[in-house]
């Protein structure tokens, strides 16, 4: 997949710190990849191009983790709706607690990766971290 600007959802925040609409935005597959499934999207060709001639491009390996997101000291996990607790997401945690800890992040900024911590169809032998920074939103 490429990201070639798909659209996320409205900032804030739920009555119990959950982020309304601040899940990493679905990214659309190009109008040439190799397999797209019913409810994936695909952009037009026209503007595959536009994106792809637009100027430098960053390409990045698909991990098979899960999509996770750091913001103000909280681990959430894709839906965004509560924090993550699956044992899982242990060392993202104290990795987060780390990051507020050193103000590496300001208030409000949504730190998205992959939390390569658990197990999926692929087992990684040599992993350099279990947290893959992809993205980086401020919600101000």
């Known amino acids: 997949d490429a990201d070639v600007g798909a659209s996320g959802g409205a900032g804030g925040e739920t009555a119990d710190g959950g982020i309304v609409g601040g899940r990493y935005p679905s990214t659309p597959h190009l109008p040439f990849s190799p397999e797209v499934h019913d409810d994936d999207t695909t952009v037009s060709d026209a503007a595959a191009t536009a994106l792809l001639t637009a100027g430098p491009i960053v390409v990045t390996e698909k991990l098979d983790g899960g999509n996770c997101c750091l913001r103000d000291g909280k681990v959430y996990a ?20 780390r990051v507020v800890a050193c103000g590496l992040a300001e208030p409000g900024v949504s730190l998205f990766g992959e939390n390569m911590a658990g197990i999926h169809s692929i087992e990684y032998d040599d992993l350099g971290a279990f947290f893959y920074l992809f993205a980086v939103r401020d919600a101000a």
């Open 78 to 97: 894709r839906t965004h709706s509560h924090e993550a607790t699956h044992a899982s997401f242990s060392p993202i945690k104290e990795l987060s607690a």
